[in-house]
């Protein structure tokens, strides 16, 4: 059973960010189910991996149309992005010297990412796009 699942209110609104945090859902059930299984030093490689080639992918992007669209938050947004990143190479840094039993830490901080940074920021960049261009949604890539 996933720890947590996509829900309609999740939704940005911008179908390849939605697909890029549906994806973040999944390694986040991925982690818990790995824990459940007891096999989660064995998972967490790949995991790091995927999360760091989301925050590089997905964070670029998200902020470039931010700058396109002159939204005002995109300093304190790009920072929390930042933070994100930095606790992944982190926990990659602490996979690669051996220490065990991180994928409890990844996933509260997964847990915690989709909590706080989705659903209260990325969902707030949404309403400031359609406060400029009404229901219409920009296309980011």
């Given at each position: 059973m996933p720890l947590v699942e996509w829900k309609p209110e999740y939704s940005v609104g911008i179908d390849a960010f939605d697909d890029?945090?549906?994806?973040l859902f999944s390694l986040l059930n991925q982690a818990y189910?790995?824990?459940?299984a007891r096999q989660g030093d064995l998972a967490l490689n790949h995991i790091?991996?995927?999360?760091?080639y989301y925050a590089q992918?997905?964070?670029?992007a998200?902020?470039?149309?931010?700058?396109?669209?002159?939204y005002p938050e995109l300093p304190a947004h790009k920072a929390k992005h930042d933070y994100f990143t930095?606790?992944?190479?982190q926990f990659s840094d602490h996979f690669q010297s051996g220490q065990v039993g991180l994928i409890i830490e990844v996933t509260n901080t997964l847990q915690l990412w989709?909590?706080?940074?989705?659903?209260?920021?990325?969902?707030?960049?949404a309403s400031y796009y359609r406060s400029k261009d009404g229901e219409n949604l920009p296309d980011p890539r």
């Open positions: 890029d945090h549906r994806q189910a790995s824990v459940s790091l991996r995927e999360l760091a992918t997905h964070f670029r998200e902020e470039a149309l931010m700058k396109r669209y002159g930095a606790q992944i190479a989709l909590t706080e940074h989705i659903l209260q920021y990325d969902l707030a960049y």
